[in-house]
């Protein structure tokens, strides 16, 4: 028994969570034609499940993601193009159906805001270096030599006199 528990384990970590193949698809939903299955499974991938929100619909088990993806092969057999089918989810359900959406003025900040943050970031980090060497009396350029007065002249010797004892 100890012996199929550690098997079990076992296959469990070397299956990848996101590699697992799914079994939302139903047989009846299938379509004979392999090149229309091949092209709605293509599809139900890059649409996300409206219930589960972090799950395609191929991957879905929710009967929401079981009518989209009838949906889909029905448009598909009707002779909609890839994007058509598209399209057509996105004006019925909106942006949200995708699961990576389109680049357009209302998602700009979504695809550009981490490069955008990124670069705030980065340019803060120079910044406070740029802040903290001149806090700190070091720069990049070289400094001029500092002339002692004579009596911090003589007491470096009395230090150095001292260190050589």
Known sequence: MRSLHLALLALTLLVPWGASPAFAVQPD???????????????????????????????????????LRVLVRERLQAGDSDRQVIDFLVARYGEFV?????????TALLWLGPAGILLIGVFAVVLAARRYRRRAGTSSEPSEPVELSPREAAQLAEILRRGER
């Open 29 to 67: 939903e299938i379509l004979a034609d392999q090149a229309l299955e091949a092209r709605a499974r293509a599809l139900s991938k890059e649409l996300r499940c409206m219930v589960c929100q972090n799950q395609s619909i191929d991957d879905s088990d929710a009967p929401l993601a079981r009518d």
């Open 98 to 106: 995708l699961l990576k959406p389109r680049f357009s003025a209302h």
